[in-house]
């Protein structure tokens, strides 16, 4: 959430950084309903000032012997009328927090202005994509070949987007998950969390799903739940509500989490395949940092997404995000994209965004620079690390062999009791 006071003392050049994220107008409701507040504010202000004023003219009066009746109604008036005014401003300032709700984080100064992906800037890349003797497949047909993925009996049991994952298959993709576990705990510093797959409502718009990407959540049907559509969720929220103290920063949080996404909006793109299923495995990485930190975590966030990728031997390239794909929540946003023989292209595999104080604001998370001194939002930072399926369909594409079976990475192996290679079973 975008700070009130912010907008209120440089309108313009909020407008201005909004309508980089190819918004435009945006503030016009929130500027009329904020000049209506405080007009309202300073009535009731006056009617107070009367009001005690008054009263303390009636007890005078009282004292002295004389009438008060005409005074006393006076004020009875003015609190009807303070009563009035009180219940104007609730609901004009409910009315300003929901539209401050709706309001995208604003870019940081080094993002590409774009409309668009077409707009993002490549940073670097690392490795190079194999030169196959022979023609490649797609992860689509590779693991059913193998029979380690299965479509069909996937859609009889859940419907479209969905996957079943079958003996190697399913060894694979919890190899997978221990993996960056391990890697992210015992090189990179995160503590790993188990934490809950469903949250509340508070949560959701804690880190910014709620209000505005409601129809892209699964909902509890009669409970204010929600399926979790990424760890950042839960990870964020663990410290919603609570002063932290600067000496305790940066935290650094790792969880694996099943992730559960309704795609609303998404029909036609990458539909085949596990690039986008409706449920999927993730991990995530989390901090919450100082302000004064933030952009130097968010270069090593991403370098600890990197480092996986790279352990895997996956070539990959960083991209920075235009102000046009950004995601809702981010100032700024790299994403990680995999060499995926089967698209003859990259393909999204994780984003590490900074968020600055824009998800701490909303879910008020602060932190106390030094004993004594004011409390300041903290900043909050994500990123996969990486995302489950994704990796595991780009080991079937970039390590898929001519007789149609996989090599398994040799940082895997001993998570796949030693396996070496992934054949379709006799």
């Known amino acids: 959430m975008l700070d009130a006071r912010l907008i209120r003392a440089n309108p313009e050049k909020v407008e201005q950084e909004l309508q980089k994220r190819n918004l435009s107008g945006t503030l016009d409701r929130f500027l009329l309903l904020d000049e209506e507040r405080r007009r309202i504010l300073g009535r009731?202000?006056?009617?107070?000032?009367?009001?005690?004023?008054?009263?303390?003219?009636?007890?005078?009066?009282?004292?002295?012997?004389?009438?008060?009746?005409?005074?006393?109604?006076?004020?009875?008036?003015?609190?009807?009328?303070?009563?009035?005014?009180?219940?104007?401003?609730?609901?004009?300032?409910?009315?300003?927090?929901?539209?401050?709700?709706?309001?995208?984080?604003?870019?940081?100064?080094?993002?590409?202005?774009?409309?668009?992906?077409?707009?993002?800037?490549?940073?670097?890349?690392?490795?190079?994509?194999?030169?196959?003797?022979?023609?490649?497949?797609?992860?689509?047909?590779?693991?059913?070949?193998?029979?380690?993925?299965?479509?069909?009996?996937?859609?009889?049991?859940?419907?479209?987007?969905?996957?079943?994952?079958?003996?190697?298959?399913?060894?694979?993709?919890?190899?997978?998950?221990?993996?960056?576990?391990?890697?992210?705990?015992?090189?990179?510093?995160?503590?790993?969390?188990?934490?809950?797959?469903?949250?509340?409502?508070?949560?959701?718009?804690?880190?910014?799903?709620?209000?505005?990407?409601?129809?892209?959540?699964?909902?509890?049907?009669?409970?204010?739940?929600?399926?979790?559509?990424?760890?950042?969720?839960?990870?964020?929220?663990?410290?919603?509500?609570?002063?932290?103290e600067a000496k305790d920063l940066p935290l650094y949080l790792t969880a694996y989490t099943p992730c559960f996404r309704a795609e609303a909006g998404s029909h036609g793109r990458d539909t085949r395949g596990i690039i986008r299923l409706h449920q999927f495995n993730k991990v995530e990485l989390v901090k919450i940092t100082t302000a004064e930190t933030s952009y130097d975590e968010l270069e090593k966030l991403t370098g600890n997404a990197e480092k996986v990728l790279q352990l895997l031997g996956l070539p990959y390239r960083v991209v920075l995000l235009s102000t046009g794909d950004m995601g809702f929540s981010a100032a700024?946003?790299?994403?990680?994209?995999?060499?995926?023989?089967?698209?003859?292209?990259?393909?999204?595999?994780?984003?590490?965004?900074n968020c600055e104080d824009f998800q701490a604001r909303r879910a008020n998370i602060r932190y106390r620079p030094a004993p004594k001194a004011k409390v300041q939002y903290a900043h909050t930072l994500n990123g996969s690390g990486v995302a489950i399926g994704r990796t595991v369909a780009a080991i079937l594409e970039n390590y898929q062999e001519e007789d149609g079976s996989v090599t398994v990475p040799e940082a895997l192996r001993p998570y796949m009791g030693g396996l070496e290679r992934i054949s379709k079973r006799a």
């Open 44 to 244: 009731a202000e006056e009617l107070k000032n009367f009001r005690n004023t008054a009263s303390q003219e009636v007890g005078k009066l009282k004292k002295e012997g004389k009438s008060a009746d005409e005074l006393m109604e006076k004020v009875r008036q003015a609190g009807q009328e303070i009563k009035e005014f009180d219940d104007q401003l609730k609901e004009i300032e409910t009315k300003i927090e929901a539209i401050l709700l709706g309001i995208p984080n604003l870019p940081h100064e080094s993002v590409p202005v774009g409309k668009d992906e077409s707009s993002n800037l490549e940073v670097r890349r690392w490795g190079e994509p194999r030169q196959f003797e022979f023609e490649p497949l797609a992860h689509w047909d590779i693991g059913p070949n193998l029979d380690i993925l299965d479509f069909e009996r996937a859609a009889k049991l859940s419907g479209a987007r969905f996957v079943v994952y079958k003996d190697w298959g399913a060894r694979l993709e919890r190899a997978v998950i221990n993996f960056y576990l391990d890697v992210h705990t015992g090189q990179h510093g995160y503590r790993e969390i188990l934490p809950p797959f469903m949250v509340n409502s508070d949560c959701m718009t804690g880190t910014g799903q709620l209000p505005k990407f409601a129809e892209d959540m699964f909902k509890v049907d009669g409970r204010e739940m929600y399926l979790i559509p990424t760890a950042e969720v839960p990870l964020t929220n663990l410290y919603r509500e609570e002063i932290l």
């Open 332 to 353: 700024k946003t790299y994403d990680l994209e995999v060499w995926m023989p089967g698209y003859h292209d990259y393909k999204e595999i994780s984003s590490c965004s």
